[in-house]
């Protein structure tokens, strides 16, 4: 498995597909200043992706919705925060986003975003899988350097979990939550996960990648083993990734700033109002062990409190699943 750049020759089929009804492979040759064998050699890599493509002998190619693939233009133009030394780095597929930050040789002290179309090797917690399917949602990771030490940024995952969920009401998501630590919910089912890995540390400093797998355009997903949903399932109209990727990056870089220098008291309020689990009976997993009780909130410093009925305990780490009633 290689990483694999976005092709300008594939942006821009997908281009004239969008923009016609049908287009004959003589013309989009001829537009792109290929061979119609390249052309067909196109089209089949975009149906070997899952992407819904009509053939007609006489009419030629017709894609049956949009696709609008990633592009740094795009993103860029969006953005409102300090883009100077933003370094974007987009692919057509590789085995994981978080995996090409965390391994990448040479880099400097700026943020690096890195995104794809396609993820191979998608990964969740705790060796689970993220379900990546080509041109659809947003697999992106985010290379962030904090001048602190680790112990400094607990509760990070809980910012980042308010960053997503704000982007999401930014494009009209109603009823939408977090489940400590990590996962985003709208109409409680799952829309985003979060995964974040610490790159290295070295005088006190602390480079992060901060994983972020967000449900676009997915209508149809075999394997996800739990309720999930997409923008598009909620809102009823396909969203254009590059709007929403601009959205997150402006929420998420403004919330890491403010997280760096006040710590997670000033997001207390938010997460107190957007927390899936308060006051719910849950089920906790935690190094194999399983801790009942009702959740309270969290502490100061983004630990789940859990009322076991004997005290009210404090857990850094686990798995939460909110208790059926029987
Ligand atoms: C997470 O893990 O929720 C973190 C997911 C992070 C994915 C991003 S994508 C960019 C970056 N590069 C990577 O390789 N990873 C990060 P966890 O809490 O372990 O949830 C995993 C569980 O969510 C799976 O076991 C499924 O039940 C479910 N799941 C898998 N794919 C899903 C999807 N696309 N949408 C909703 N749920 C999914």
Redesign the pocket.
């Known amino acids: 498995m290689k990483n694999k750049p976005i092709s300008n020759t594939l942006l821009q089929a997908v281009k004239h597909l969008n923009a016609n009804d049908w287009i004959s492979g003589d013309h989009m040759g001829q537009q792109l200043g290929i061979s119609r064998a390249a052309v067909w050699k196109l089209i089949t890599l975009l149906k070997n992706y899952g992407i819904k493509i009509d053939s007609h002998k006489a009419k030629g190619y017709r894609m049956t919705s949009p696709l609008y693939l990633l592009e740094e233009e795009k993103i860029r133009e969006a953005l409102t925060i300090n883009q100077e030394n933003l370094h974007f780095e987009l692919f057509e597929s590789m085995p ?4 090409y930050l965390m391994q990448k040789s040479t880099f400097d002290s700026n943020p690096t975003v890195c995104a794809c179309e396609l ?1 191979e ?6 060796g ?5 399917p080509f041109g659809q ?1 947003i ?3 985010y290379l962030w350097t904090f001048q602190q030490d680790f112990s400094a940024l607990m509760g990070l995952s809980l910012v980042v979990g308010i960053s997503v969920l704000k982007a999401l009401e930014g494009i009209g998501l109603k009823d939408l939550k977090i489940k400590w630590p ?2 985003v919910y709208c109409h409680a089912k ?2 985003a ?3 974040i890995e610490i790159r290295a540390e070295s005088n006190s400093a602390t480079r992060v990648v901060i ?3 967000l ?1 676009v355009n ?1 209508l149809e ?1 075999e394997e ?3 309720n ?1 949903t997409s923008c598009q399932a909620e809102l009823g109209n396909p969203v254009d990734r590059n709007e929403l990727i601009s959205l997150y990056l402006n929420e998420l870089t403004t919330s890491l700033a403010k997280f760096e220098k006040e710590g997670l008291t000033v997001f207390m309020d938010e997460w107190d109002q957007f927390d899936f689990l308060k006051g719910q009976q849950i089920v906790l997993e935690n190094q194999k062990q399983l801790y009942h009780g009702q959740v309270m909130g969290i502490n100061e410093s983004g630990a789940l409190l859990l009322n076991t009925g004997e005290t009210v305990r404090p857990f850094n780490a686990g798995d939460t699943s909110i208790q059926k009633r029987s």
């Open positions: 994981s986003t978080n995996d993820q090797m998608g990964k969740g917690r705790l689970r899988t993220w379900q990546s949602n697999y992106l990771s990590n996962d799952k829309i996960g979060v995964l994983g972020t797998g449900n997915m997903a996800i083993n739990q999930w």
